[in-house]
């Protein structure tokens, strides 16, 4: 069953939010979604958190007519993995996103332009203090939090900075901070949007976007979202028609990777790319608090930890180190490495096999303190 | 002990040469250098084929005050493993390349302009089909083949389509056909060079040259030649002073691809990168010929097969294929896969390994038919 037709909704946050990087950012807008009921003692919250260029709508429908459901639809709704009949489920868009949380599209209410590259440079931790003024909004007492890749560095932060209402957290497909060669793909697509003529510095909003740079952004990230085997599997070596004896699309995987490129430029902001690449490659858990144990026995939350065997940008050797890093702490986690020949993608693809891993872990979890 | 001085010669393929892609080109000039001495039966000759974006000039200086050797001067002169006290090692620059051998940036005798995108799309049959050209005029009898990457392509190309010629063929890191994975890389960087303002449709001679795109597409290169072992070795997550909290160089491997992008530029034409990257990616031996063991059928050279277990790009998978078909097709081959962290850049660093199995291999087949 879905959850049929749903409705994004904002929250402001007054005044300014210190940020990690010393600046601050005036009046907020959090833009998020919420399915199933809060219950009356305030603790059956799950908080959805999302990945590099996704947003607050994870589940349902806007219209009846939408072509497309949330991006977790899969995951998210009655009797599915995140019960909406059981859990109260929140999402919301991160801070420095362009689908309805402020960001640098935003206006800036000190110069009532967009902010572009004025936009402070935020952190995972900026993200959670949003996501915490949100929360405290809705009256949660106790909270799941969960999210995969980028979603799953928002759900470890959660878990170490916020251990008195975090009681489960489950990381998927996720690290406690990025490979020297991860930073360096998000490296390469940062310096294609800056090199993009039309970049501009940043201020582009009101003439043409940096669409090639942002382009090329997108097809890097895809080729490492997916394995080898997958690309494989998917494409091989086939041309799109014949060899084209030019420079155009030749091969499906070329094909594939242009029409990826091509369709995200129309749903996201260069900018927004810029500042949320930046704050993965920052994210650094064990740096932070002196070592991953270190930063694990801060928190009181019991982990489910998901990583898929053929992710080689997320590794099954950093959710290990995780997990060696919890079992260290004394901390209570379960963990699955999922066979998949999917790489990074199949935590939003493999919905069977993590649907009866993550019941198992909510069933088993549920009503414990 | 080392070459010493050595020097560049040109070599004129005077009228039409006819390409794989129905197309021809006119005069076409050879860059080659030539280390050791033909014996008198001409038998004693070694051509080595190089990667991507490399040249004639493969080991020795040009001068006494040369800052670098040639790129394979690790592997190439006396008692090394390609040894010029025995061998007569020739190295060309290859068709579609920049450094003295005809490509899009040489002048089109029809038009007394320089090519650009009016150069016909080369092949890795065409590059050979230069190479033998070369050899006829050094009047070369019998020849060992022998090259990493793209070189190791043409080292195949070349045992197949001239076994009369070709006694020993030496293929290190390469495959007999790109992986969808690889091809999708190579598109990203083409992509990143023909969307750069200063492009032009390939006609930038005389005008600023598209480095910027040039440059991502080396960044990308780049990331493909190291493995995430030797990045983490290399560089970790270090920063190169602190977190800029800016869009700048931040991290150590962001300045290190920072910095390779930018000296490559300098010695490196846009549309050479275009044309042989699509060289590589049409390359494809089993579809050519059937299957890859109807390809070496055709052969009557003995084999070495060299692969680096680190290597992703050109995967120890990949070597194993060919080793598996050059069995089933009854030639003889040797196989070696050297454990190194390295990488695909393992060919132009592993030396001491690799020297002591090429000098093996070429002592025991020395004398055969």
Redesign the interface.
């Known amino acids: 069953m879905d959850l049929g037709i749903v409705k994004t909704e904002y929250f402001k946050i007054e005044g300014e939010l210190p940020l990690e ?1 010393g600046k601050s950012i005036k009046d907020i807008q959090v833009a998020y979604e919420t399915y199933g009921t809060l219950n009356e003692n305030k603790d059956n919250a799950i908080l959805v958190l999302h990945a590099l260029t996704a947003d607050a709508h994870a589940a349902g429908k806007h219209s009846e007519d939408d072509r497309k459901s949330g991006w977790w639809d899969n995951m998210i709704g009655p009797d599915k993995a995140f019960d909406t009949n059981k859990y109260f489920v929140i999402s919301s868009n991160v801070l420095g996103g362009c689908k309805g949380t402020t960001g640098p599209s935003s206006i800036n209410p000190n110069t009532n332009k967009p902010y572009a ?1 004025d936009f ?2 935020i952190t995972i931790t900026d993200m959670v203090e949003v996501q915490k003024k949100l929360i405290d909004f809705l009256g949660i007492k106790k909270l799941t939090v969960v999210g995969g890749s980028m979603g799953g560095m928002q759900a470890l932060e959660w878990s170490v900075n916020y251990p008195d209402i975090v009681n489960r957290a489950i990381v998927i497909a996720s690290t406690s ?5 991860a ?3 998000n ?2 697509g ?3 949007i ?4 039309n970049f501009n510095d940043g201020n582009y909003y009101d003439k043409e976007h940096p669409t ?2 942002l ?2 952004a997108r ?2 990230g895809h ?1 490492t979202y ?1 394995s ?1 085997e997958a ?2 599997n ?4 086939d041309f799109k028609n014949k ?1 084209s ?3 155009g699309v ?5 094909s594939y ?2 029409y990826q ?1 091509r369709i995200f430029v129309d749903r996201f902001d260069a900018n927004s790319y ?1 500042y949320i690449t ?1 704050a993965v ?2 994210f ?1 858990l064990p ?1 932070k608090h002196g070592s991953l144990k270190e930063a694990f026995q801060k928190t009181k939350a019991r982990f489910l930890i998901i990583c898929f065997s053929s992710d ?1 940008l997320f ?1 099954p050797k950093q959710s290990k180190e995780m997990v060696s890093a919890l079992i260290q702490a004394e901390v209570p986690v379960s963990f699955v490495e999922i066979q998949s020949t999917l790489g990074h993608d199949a935590f939003l693809i493999e919905v069977e096999n993590q649907t009866k891993i993550i019941k198992g872990f909510l069933r088993g979890q549920d009503g414990k303190a």
């Open positions: 990087c590259l402070p440079i901070r990025l490979s020297a060669q930073i360096a793909f490296a390469v940062r310096n294609a800056i090199s993009d003529e090639q740079g382009g090329i097809m890097v080729i997916l080898e690309m494989h998917k494409f091989g070596r060899p004896f030019d420079f030749d091969f499906q995987v070329e990777l242009d490129g810029l930046k490659d920052y650094d740096k080689w590794t």
